[in-house]
């Protein structure tokens, strides 16, 4: 990683506001992607601040303030992000995504990023945000007659609810309409495939990629 990301990743870590601001500045300057400063040291740093978390060295107050920083620097580079995300965007059928964090989940930064991208990509996108239930994803399905359900999970406990989801999805006709799309820390491939699910992206860029394949297919 270059001098400056890796200033971003132990900045962030630190929970260093001003820091981050200004080394993802220098990034900027230096000719790195928007989309490379997110899903890199910004990413892996929220990974390190987990950890912390688990290790007990950090309390929920600094995941707060870690979300809180992050939101900044996705405020900042918004635009940049959306740039970069629209080069993805192809003549292809422009697909509609129904997206949403599963209930009893509250961890959004993930989730809107996928949404984002996917935006850009030329995709039009039904965010219901977080806490999400069965009902409300099979509504929106419904309403917007969408082509893809995507879910995203960051707590292990609320990663099995995907699956309750995908079950309603049988029992009320719809399974077999919609490609079933999951993500978030929580999930792996092996689980999307345990649970019935049609893909997995480990970030915001292969989402982008799966999606773009089916639009392909249609
Ligand atoms: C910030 C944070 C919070 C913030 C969230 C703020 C917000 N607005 O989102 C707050 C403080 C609220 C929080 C709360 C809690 N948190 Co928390 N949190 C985190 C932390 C540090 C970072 C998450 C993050 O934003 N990452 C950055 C983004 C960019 O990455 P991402 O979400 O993974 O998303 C990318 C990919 O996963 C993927 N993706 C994501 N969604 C989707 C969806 C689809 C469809 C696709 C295709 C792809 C995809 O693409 C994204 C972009 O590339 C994680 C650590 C970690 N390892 O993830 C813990 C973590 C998720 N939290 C954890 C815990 C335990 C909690 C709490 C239970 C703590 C508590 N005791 O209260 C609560 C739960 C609240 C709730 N009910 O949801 C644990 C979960 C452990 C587990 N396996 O269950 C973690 C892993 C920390 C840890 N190591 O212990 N948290």
Redesign the pocket.
Known sequence: MGDVLERIRSCLVDLNRECVLENVEKALNEGYSATKI??GP??DA??E???L??EGEYF?AE??E??DI??DVMKKLDKLLYEEASKKKTSLKRLKIV?G?VK????????T??SVMLQAAGHEVIDLG??VDADKFINALREYKADIL?????????ARYMRVVIEKLKEVGLRDKVFV???????TEEYAKEIGAD?????????VN?VNEIAKRR
């Open positions: 997110i899903l910004m990413s929220m990974k601040i987990g950890r978390y688990e929920i995941l707060i870690a979300a992050f939101k997206i964090t009893g989940d509250v961890h959004d930064i993930g989730k990023l996928v977080v806490d995507a879910m995203s999970a960051l707590l292990t406990s609320t799309l999951i993500g978030g820390a929580a999930t893909g997995w992206a480990k970030d915001a860029i292969e989402a799966i």
